[in-house]
């Protein structure tokens, strides 16, 4: 039998709920977030939901309710009928379009449209599903780069999630070396899941005899990683984390970038984003192009030319 806990919330409190939950760098695996409007004709109006294998108690609702900037929303528990408790979750997600990007769980279908770019992601998983602004918002830009002439040799996706940046910036520079990481050591298990349901190679560099340049996966806090040391510079910089430890790698993501390198920076409020370009300009960047996704604001920042 299967539980979960709903929340009713106005959007941004639901998103900053979510945030709050992939900044958390232990959360049980068993225990599955969604957030989703209540209606077309409602779009600011969310539910929340947390679902449970079990009847959520005192210390569980504690735990959900500890995500919501004070007060939080009333919790309601609510037992599901017997079912696939993920499946049921997976199917509250619709695909999402962001630029030539087509994104979806295993519920619904490929869309094989000549120019679209198709990627099966579970919901159930680590962040960056598509759904959420900030993922959303970065495949847009990352379209907007390639469609604006810029040339990725070698890229790096910090704080990657399920891996789904780092497969769009492969889909979109096939012969580029991207390297994915994130502080997370669940993700690398689901990254290995999702390129497999994408037939993304992953490894270290080009399998003989192919043209194709696999994905590189490693666990690590922020660019700490002998790897990612190793593999600089990046023509490329992707980190959709939040505001904090987005100023707080400025210096460490200069230091692994190219001289024209290109960041895409994601993961922080519109209100936060003034202290991180502030950050980012200190360390030698200048904003190229910015993009607002409802109360959030996806960066696209240059290495100025010295």
């Known amino acids: 039998m299967s539980w979960k806990l709903v929340a009713h919330a106005p959007k941004p409190v639901v998103q900053r709920a979510l945030a ?19 209606a077309e004709d409602r779009p600011d109006d969310w539910s929340f939901e947390a679902y449970f294998p079990r009847r959520p108690g005192k210390a569980d609702r504690a735990a959900v309710a500890a995500l919501f900037e004070r ?3 009333k919790l309601t528990v609510e037992q599901l009928p017997e079912t696939d408790w993920v499946a049921e979750s997976q199917q509250r997600v619709p695909p999402i379009r962001a630029g030539r990007f087509h994104v979806h769980t295993p519920d619904y279908p490929v869309d094989a449209t000549p120019g679209i770019i198709d990627f099966t992601i579970p919901a159930a998983q680590a962040f960056g599903t ?3 602004a900030t993922t959303a918002g970065c495949l847009a830009m990352l379209d907007g780069m390639k469609r604006r002439g810029t040339v990725v040799r070698s890229a790096a996706d910090i704080g990657t999630g399920t891996g789904l940046l780092a497969f769009a910036t492969r889909a979109l520079w096939p012969a580029a070396r991207v390297l994915a990481s994130d502080v997370d050591p669940v993700c690398e298990g689901v990254v290995m899941e999702n390129a497999r349901l994408n037939a993304v190679p992953l490894g270290l ?7 194709a340049v696999a994905v590189a996966m490693v666990t690590a806090p922020g660019t700490d990683h002998k790897l990612i040391q190793r593999s600089a510079p990046y023509d490329l910089i992707i980190a959709n984390i939040l505001a904090g430890p987005l100023i707080a790698l400025a210096g460490d993501l200069a230091a692994i970038a190219a001289p024209r390198a290109n960041l895409l920076l994601a993961g922080l409020l519109a209100t936060q984003e003034p202290a991180v370009r502030a950050a980012y300009r200190t360390a030698g960047f200048r904003l190229a ?4 996704k409802g109360d959030w604001s996806i960066l696209w920042l240059r290495a100025r030319i010295i």
């Open 205 to 211: 560099g080009r399998e003989a005899g192919q043209r």
């Open 71 to 73: 007060p939080a929303p």
């Open 20 to 38: 709050a939950h992939e900044a958390l760098d232990e959360w049980p695996p068993d225990i599955v977030l969604t957030g989703a409007e209540l």
């Open 289 to 292: 192009a910015r993009l607002h």
């Open 130 to 132: 598509g759904q959420h």
